[in-house]
């Protein structure tokens, strides 16, 4: 089973920024990709930021030259540098990985229990 630990959420004034990390734990024998995604109040989950196992990067239109996604994968760990914040970035930031545990094995989905993002004055 692996489980995932998010931390650098908080409070940051407008054009502040903030570090999301993300660790996991458990057993990984290959992580196919790593993302961020959000969700705000009363929306609904949506990817920000997602880097997979060949080093392609994706990045929400809402955050493109402002975010940005990076990896450790020899310690199964993924950031999210976020810049230029504005109010619309409030939200639980969620990470989630994509991996294997065995090889050849399945791929499944894991995620984190979120940290919350207030952008504000």
């Known amino acids: 089973q692996v489980q995932l630990v998010e931390s650098g959420g908080g409070l940051v004034q407008p054009g502040g920024s903030l570090r999301l990390s993300c660790a996991a734990s458990?057993?990984?024998?290959?992580?196919?990709?790593m993302a961020w995604y959000r969700q705000g109040t009363g929306k609904e989950r949506e990817l920000v930021a997602r880097?997979?196992?060949?080093?392609?990067?994706y990045y929400a239109d809402s955050v493109k030259g402002r975010f940005t996604i990076s990896r450790d994968s020899g310690k199964n760990k993924v950031y999210l540098q976020m810049n230029s914040l504005k109010p619309e970035d409030t939200a639980v930031y969620y990470c989630?990985?994509?991996?294997?545990?065995?090889?050849?094995?399945?791929?499944?989905?894991?995620w984190g229990q979120g940290t919350q993002v207030t952008v504000s004055s």
């Open positions: 880097t997979t196992i060949g080093g392609a990067t």
């Open positions: 989630n990985f994509v991996a294997t545990t065995t090889p050849g094995g399945p791929l499944f989905s894991s």
């Open positions: 458990g057993t990984i024998f290959s992580v196919n990709a």
